[in-house]
């Protein structure tokens, strides 16, 4: 069965700052790595999608990138800003039914 | 492009009572997925449609939780009776998948949050 563990639960960093958020799952065989961003009282929004193939992507300050054989994944956010202050989730998705498994999220405080 | 559409936002109601939640996908997206948030976890898939028929619905407690997507568009989610533990807000997503896994993005609704007395 797969996990997917996030750490930090939370982190508050002050605007400006470059930050590594971090995901890692137990099942290596998986389609992809997604990650999405949540604010409270909405739904997710799709941020990036990594193939089981590639090794990163990367979207404006966003850049995500994805080690299967260690399991492990990490979005950075360059030049952070208060306008990113929200939840961040990754989810594998599993070879065989494409269930999405979710982490518990990261919350991320940008202070001004 | 519209997004999905979830109704309604909120509901409150007592254990023991029924509710149901309705959900529109993307126009053409083929496949549609309930989720279950309870705070402080991620979401947890409960069942998964690919046009109107259930790919996977491992998840989903049966013994008082019914889905169904009439025609392979609208969805609606069933609590019957509802429990003190289903409080939570009830995600639906909707993806095209085009054929291929590796690249299937799942669009989210805002939510329905349940609260339950």
């Known amino acids: 069965k797969q996990e997917v563990t996030q750490i930090p639960a939370a982190l508050s960093v002050p605007e400006g700052e470059n930050l590594v958020l971090n995901c890692s799952f137990t099942?290596?065989?998986?389609?992809?790595l997604q990650w999405f961003r949540q604010d409270p009282g909405k739904g997710l929004t799709s941020l990036l999608l990594?193939?089981?193939?590639?090794r990163e992507q990367t979207s404006g300050r966003l850049n995500a990138s994805l080690d299967k054989s260690s399991g492990r994944s990490t979005l950075y956010i360059a030049a952070s800003q208060p306008g990113d202050s929200a939840t961040y989730l990754c989810?594998?998705?599993?070879?065989?039914?494409?269930?999405?498994?979710f982490g518990k999220g990261t919350k991320l405080s940008v202070i001004p | 492009e519209a997004g999905v559409a979830q109704s309604p936002r909120y509901k409150i109601i007592e254990k023991r009572q029924s509710v149901a939640f309705w959900c529109n996908p993307i126009?053409?997206?083929?496949?549609l997925y309930w989720y279950q948030q309870i705070l402080g976890q991620g979401p947890k898939l409960l069942i998964q449609?690919?046009?109107?028929?259930?790919?996977?619905d491992s998840q989903l407690p049966k013994d008082r939780f019914s889905a169904e997507r009439l025609k392979g568009v609208d969805s609606t989610l069933k609590i019957q009776p509802a429990k003190l533990e289903d409080s939570a807000v009830y995600l639906c997503?909707?993806?095209?998948?085009?054929?291929?896994?590796?690249?299937?993005?799942?669009?989210f609704g805002p939510g329905t949050r349940l609260t339950v007395l």
């Open positions: 997503a909707s993806s095209y998948m085009a054929g291929s896994f590796s690249t299937d993005t799942q669009y």
């Open positions: 099942d290596s065989a998986i389609y992809n």
């Open positions: 990594i193939q089981s193939s590639q």
């Open positions: 989810a594998a998705a599993g070879a065989g039914s494409y269930q999405l498994t």
């Open positions: 126009s053409g997206h083929a496949t």
């Open positions: 449609f690919q046009n109107n028929g259930v790919v996977d």
